[in-house]
């Protein structure tokens, strides 16, 4: 018997079935070992040795693998073909060694890019040995993260206020927010106009623009205001006559080619636009569609290893994708050779291949009803793409026409048409911040030659308004990620999740916000580490760490060069910088009070102006001189507080809008703004109120009494008003899952009662 190690439950199950009955597949559920949390977990004095521990929650994990161990033969390390899949498996290796369970056992490491019958197959027939290469980088990256948060954090601690904390490739990014926002706020709006012309040839309609005017080209600002614009399409009308003359016409047929195959960036961005999915959420789905799924026969691989910066497709991948193309399409969207693309990422070495579906005949709706509707959502993007990047080119006609309205004045009409989709009847990449889709839509120009008249129907000018950059969405702030060389593709993810949970920044309509917080913990980084959020620096540090994973560094020096100056800088901030200098950023404007200076400060609840002689003088107003005319609480009319009488508002609290009465704090009534919707089931509790459909501070559907504070009774099921047929508790509870469908269920634990519902039952009780 062989035990193979991997590292989750679902991916030893879909494995299992490629393997013989001669090897065990269990799970190493994640890392076995972490650094211990306190600080000296690395040592800088002594070569950066770092102490290990076991994860508490992974011992029984660790016992379970050396029990199977003891009975077997061989050990295969079957960990994910990356720095964190190599580093658990060595984790693994040290900690069985270390605790004399390994014997003299045979450890073998095998790497598959998919979990496909060919691919465990043969890595299990090809095994190597751990690399130490992969190892150390790895290593390095952790003790740079910790270094970093054990003496970054404490310093924030103390300069900002308590509870805050600082990361690595986490910092650079909250600068790039930071950095945009200050842009947004320092932008100055310009008006300008522009002149269309509404036209018409043989009954079709069409738009020009005005491109030349007196024989001067038109620029964004040519036209400023409205007299200007009203002058100028006098002038036009007067000089056209009622018609354009066609000056010039030009045709071009352009091909557009298909995108590459996705990458971990790429995915994340285009789930982003497609889907509306975060990069973390992108990321778990697509380790579900990589680990397994049942598809009715078992469990099987869908797509190739998710954490990739290579666009390379396997020969036998492209061969299978262009014989789907010749059966499905015909031979006229097949190119005449297979189509390589080159990666862009100048370090992509980890993993070989993009991701893919392991094998693109398993067609998204053969598979749709075993998945999710998030997992099939997915697939079928990543399908798409794949099955577009080997498809022919599309063609594209477009055609630019030149019309006259007097002399020296031109305007322009442009339109195009899609001849041939080639790829496009498949897939079309999405857009970030688009200001149209020119390219996604058919416009199409009458036939017209030059020295021909057309209808002029009527000349309008058009008002505009230049726009600041738009914040980040989760797509646009991956792909600066990635073009700033900000942490790797594997990483993208949990930087943005930690800047969320950090609360250094928020979404605000899709987009990200730096919080007062945030942009105070910013300008402290930018101010006094300045070189440590530097984007090049940051970029330089990952190219390190990359040249160590290919063998061709070292990673104590990489850590020495990082470590000492680091280290001086932060004694050096810690003795010489004062608290208000982080948290008081001076305004060229005097206290009214007192004649003092005035400065932006950080208070309990965000940032404020205030006298830099507090506590002497007092003075502050809001750093927003709108915001308490915008937060105003506003009254509800033909409603009182049924405590007190007053008039109640809509007010604005930490968690939200809430409706409280007008007369706070005196009294303190307060009720949701939606009414909860009331089940009517009598709360077994209390027997007074009845249970109500409420939602979570973070939009979670539970049941509660209504009777609260004075019962706290909840559920996170809907109940029923049925009691329970084992221990007699007045409720049950309705639910539903997509493994074990729906089933009533007492909500008292020590209970254990469950019984299934029939499907009639269920439909009635959703409809309800």
Same mark, same amino acid.
């Given at each position: 018997m062989n035990l193979v190690i991997v590292e989750s439950p679902a991916k030893a199950k879909t494995i299992k079935k490629y393997l013989g009955p001669s090897f065990e597949v269990v799970a190493s559920y994640g890392h076995v070992r972490d650094l211990v949390p306190k600080e000296g977990a690395v040592d800088p004095d002594h070569g950066f040795a770092m102490k290990y521990q076991i994860i508490e929650r992974n011992e029984k994990h660790v016992q379970s693998i050396a029990k199977k161990l003891k009975d077997c033969e061989a050990l295969y390390l079957a960990t994910d073909p990356d720095r964190e899949g190599e580093a658990i498996s060595w984790h693994l290796h040290e900690l069985l060694k270390s605790r004399r369970q390994l014997g003299d056992k045979p450890v073998h490491r095998v790497v598959f890019n998919e979990i496909t019958k060919r691919a465990v197959q043969d890595a299990i027939a090809s095994p190597r040995g751990i690399s130490y290469d992969l190892v150390n980088a790895q290593q390095a990256r952790r003790a740079l993260d910790y270094l970093v948060g054990f003496n970054l954090s404490p310093l924030l601690w103390k300069k900002i206020r308590r509870g805050l904390s600082a990361g690595r490739v986490q910092s650079p990014a909250l600068r790039l927010i930071c950095e945009r926002e200050a842009e947004i706020e320092a932008f100055v709006q310009r008006e300008y106009w522009t002149i269309e012309a509404d036209t018409a040839k043989d009954e079709r309609a069409f738009v020009a623009r005005l491109t030349t005017l007196g024989g001067e080209k038109v620029e964004q600002f040519t036209i400023t205001d409205e007299a200007r614009a009203t002058e100028v399409k006098t002038a036009l009308e007067s000089a056209a006559g009622g018609k354009l003359r066609v000056e010039q016409v030009e045709r071009k047929q352009r091909k557009r080619q298909p995108a590459p195959p996705f990458i971990t960036s790429t995915l994340q961005q285009e789930a982003a636009r497609k889907l509306g999915f975060t990069a973390q959420r992108t990321m778990r789905v697509a380790q579900q569609l990589y680990e397994g799924v049942d598809v009715g026969s078992g469990a099987v691989g869908l797509i190739t290893y998710m954490r990739t910066d290579s666009v390379n497709l396997a020969q036998?991948?492209?061969?299978?994708?262009?014989?789907?193309?010749?059966?499905?399409?015909?031979?006229? @969207?097949?190119?005449?050779?297979?189509?390589?693309?080159? %990666?862009?990422?100048?370090?992509?070495?980890?993993?070989?291949?993009?991701? $893919?579906?392991?094998?693109?005949?398993?067609?998204?709706?053969?598979?749709? *009803?075993?998945?999710?509707?998030?997992?099939?959502?997915?697939?079928?993007?990543?399908?798409?793409? %794949?099955?577009?990047?080997?498809?022919?080119?599309?063609?594209?006609?477009?055609?630019?026409?030149?019309?006259?309205?007097?002399?020296?004045?031109?305007?322009?009409?442009?339109?195009?048409?899609?001849?041939?989709?080639?790829?496009?009847?498949?897939?079309?990449?999405?857009? &970030?911040?688009?200001?149209?889709?020119?390219? @996604?839509?058919? $416009?199409?120009?009458?036939?017209?030659?030059?020295?021909? !008249?057309? &209808? !002029?129907?009527?000349?309008?000018?058009?008002?505009?308004?230049?726009?600041?950059?738009?914040?980040?969405?989760?797509?646009?702030?991956?792909?600066?990620?990635?073009?700033?060389?900000?942490?790797?593709?594997?990483?993208?993810?949990?930087?943005?999740?930690?800047?969320?949970?950090?609360?250094?920044?928020?979404?605000?309509?899709?987009?990200?916000?730096?919080?007062?917080?945030? $942009?105070? #913990?910013?300008?402290?980084?930018?101010?006094?580490?300045?070189?440590?959020?530097?984007?090049?620096?940051?970029?330089?540090?990952?190219?390190?760490?990359?040249? #160590?994973?290919?063998?061709?560094?070292?990673?104590?020096?990489?850590?020495?060069?990082?470590?000492?100056?680091?280290? &001086?800088?932060?004694?050096?901030?810690?003795?010489?910088?004062? $608290?208000?200098?982080?948290?008081?950023?001076?305004?060229?404007?005097?206290?009214?009070?007192?004649?003092?200076?005035?400065?932006?400060?950080?208070?309990?609840?965000?940032?404020?102006?205030?006298?830099?002689?507090?506590?002497?003088?007092?003075?502050?107003?809001?750093?927003?001189?709108?915001? *308490?005319?915008?937060?105003?609480?506003?009254?509800?009319?033909?409603?009182?507080?049924?405590?007190?009488?007053?008039?109640?508002?809509?007010?604005?609290?930490?968690?939200?809008?809430?409706?409280?009465?007008?007369?706070?704090?005196?009294?303190?009534?307060?009720?949701?703004?939606?009414?909860?919707?009331?089940?009517? #089931?009598?709360?077994?509790?209390?027997?007074?109120?009845?249970?109500?459909?409420?939602?979570?501070?973070?939009?979670?559907?539970?049941?509660?009494?209504?009777?609260?504070?004075?019962?706290?009774?909840?559920?996170?099921?809907?109940?029923?008003?049925?009691?329970?047929?084992?221990?007699?508790?007045?409720?049950?509870?309705?639910?539903?899952?997509?493994?074990?469908?729906?089933?009533?269920?007492?909500?008292?634990?020590?209970?254990?009662?469950?019984?299934?519902?029939?499907?009639?039952?269920?439909?009635?009780?959703?409809?309800?």
């Open positions: 036998e991948a492209i061969a299978e994708i262009r014989a789907y193309v010749t059966e499905r399409y015909g031979e006229s @969207d097949l190119p005449d050779a297979p189509r390589l693309f080159k %990666t862009k990422a100048k370090n992509a070495q980890e993993a070989h291949e993009a991701i $893919r579906p392991t094998s693109i005949r398993r067609e998204p709706s053969a598979v749709k *009803a075993h998945l999710t509707v998030e997992q099939f959502k997915l697939y079928e993007l990543i399908w798409k793409r %794949t099955l577009a990047c080997q498809m022919a080119h599309a063609l594209i006609n477009q055609v630019a026409v030149d019309l006259s309205a007097g002399a020296g004045n031109l305007l322009r009409a442009t339109g195009s048409m899609v001849v041939d989709p080639g790829f496009m009847r498949v897939y079309l990449e999405g857009r &970030d911040d688009a200001k149209g889709a020119d390219d @996604d839509e058919d $416009r199409m120009l009458p036939e017209m030659k030059v020295g021909e !008249l057309v &209808d !002029l129907i009527a000349i309008r000018p058009e008002q505009h308004f230049t726009e600041p950059p738009p914040r980040y969405s989760e797509a646009t702030l991956v792909k600066a990620l990635e073009e700033f060389g900000i942490g790797r593709p594997s990483t993208y993810a949990s930087i943005i999740s930690t800047l969320q949970d950090r609360e250094y920044v928020i979404l605000d309509k899709k987009r990200f916000v730096p919080t007062d917080v945030g $942009r105070v #913990v910013n300008r402290f980084l930018t101010d006094y580490f300045t070189s440590y959020v530097d984007y090049d620096f940051t970029a330089r540090l990952e190219d390190d760490l990359d040249a #160590v994973s290919r063998g061709e560094g070292d990673w104590i020096p990489l850590l020495e060069r990082f470590w000492r100056p680091f280290k &001086d800088l932060v004694d050096h901030t810690q003795e010489h910088v004062k $608290r208000s200098d982080v948290t008081q950023e001076r305004i060229e404007e005097t206290c009214p009070k007192c004649g003092g200076q005035l400065a932006i400060r950080l208070g309990r609840n965000g940032r404020f102006i205030g006298c830099t002689h507090y506590p002497d003088c007092d003075y502050t107003r809001d750093l927003d001189p709108n915001k *308490a005319e915008r937060e105003a609480p506003e009254v509800i009319e033909g409603r009182s507080c049924p405590l007190c009488g007053s008039a109640l508002e809509i007010k604005r609290g930490r968690y939200g809008k809430f409706i409280g009465c007008s007369a706070y704090p005196t009294c303190k009534h307060i009720e949701p703004l939606d009414k909860p919707e009331d089940t009517g #089931v009598t709360c077994p509790k209390c027997n007074k109120g009845t249970l109500q459909k409420k939602k979570s501070r973070r939009g979670k559907v539970f049941y509660s009494c209504s009777t609260y504070p004075k019962c706290d009774y909840a559920l996170w099921d809907e109940p029923l008003a049925e009691p329970c047929p084992s221990c007699g508790w007045p409720v049950l509870t309705l639910k539903i899952t997509k493994t074990q469908g729906a089933a009533k269920i007492c909500p008292q634990k020590e209970c254990g009662y469950r019984a299934p519902v029939e499907d009639q039952e269920t439909d009635s009780s959703a409809q309800n």
